[in-house]
């Protein structure tokens, strides 16, 4: 109940084009769904994050949609660029439960070819 | 500026040294999280302070022992470290216990 399972685990695309990658949760409680972006040697840096009271969000060519029946949630990037090659984590949590624990996705590593 | 910092970058430390990791925040941030990370994987809870009290132990062995001496402060002492736990160890801050957490950006750690 506490997963989150996320896909593609890897990804080639051209630059210019769009990555997408997808994630599904099972536990209907939880109610908030941040994007990470993590860099070799680097933490993760927070990319853009939903609540599912809203169905779709944009932030510059990031864009998450939310299909709260579904149960799904997806992560939109268009007009991929090289330095967008990273590996990308799809984290679900329950806001306002002890710690705000995030359960992360696996993980999906994105390779924008020039 | 949502910034935490942490130091070490590298620790390299045999199994029977004793050494810290240190992170710090200054955002006012009332949460403050240690995670492992192994390659290739999602990084993986290990400790949660909330005003500075430990709020969560997620089955951590004694061999990592957590400290929060202030709230812009947290610390992980390492003792009789094991090679398996080589890892990227990260800190991460939130507003409370229940808001967006801010990574840093790691200490790579290899037990020898």
């Known amino acids: 109940q506490q997963q989150v399972k996320q896909s593609p685990q890897s990804l080639i695309v051209q630059k210019g084009g769009i990555s997408i990658i997808n994630c599904a949760y099972e536990?209907?409680?939880?109610?908030?769904f941040p994007w990470y972006q993590q860099f070799p040697g680097k933490g993760p840096a927070l990319l853009i994050a939903?609540?599912?009271?809203?169905s779709e969000k944009k932030e510059g060519r990031f864009t998450i949609s939310f299909n709260k029946s579904a149960k799904q949630f997806s992560l939109h990037i268009m007009d991929s660029q090289p330095g967008d090659s990273a590996t990308y984590f799809c984290?679900?949590?329950?806001?306002?439960?002890?710690?705000?624990?995030?359960?992360f996705g696996g993980g999906t590593r994105v390779l924008v070819k020039p | 500026d949502t910034e935490v910092t942490q130091t070490p970058k590298h620790l390299v430390m045999g199994m029977t040294n004793k050494k810290s990791l240190k992170c710090e925040q200054h955002m006012g941030h009332r949460a403050m999280y240690w995670y492992k990370q192994k390659a290739k994987k999602p990084p993986e809870l290990m400790f949660v302070?909330?005003?500075?009290?430990?709020?969560i132990n997620e089955s951590v062995p004694s061999r990592f022992s957590p400290e929060c001496p202030n709230s812009s402060l947290l610390n992980l002492h390492l003792h009789a470290l094991q090679p398996e736990d080589s890892a990227l160890y990260l800190c991460?801050?939130?507003?409370?216990?229940?808001?967006?957490?801010?990574f840093g950006p790691g200490t790579r750690l290899t037990v020898l």
């Open positions: 991460a801050s939130s507003p409370a216990r229940w808001r967006t957490q801010y």
């Open positions: 984290a679900a949590s329950i806001d306002k439960a002890a710690g705000n624990k995030l359960t």
């Open positions: 939903i609540r599912p009271d809203v």
């Open positions: 536990n209907t409680a939880f109610d908030y």
């Open positions: 302070y909330s005003y500075e009290k430990l709020s």
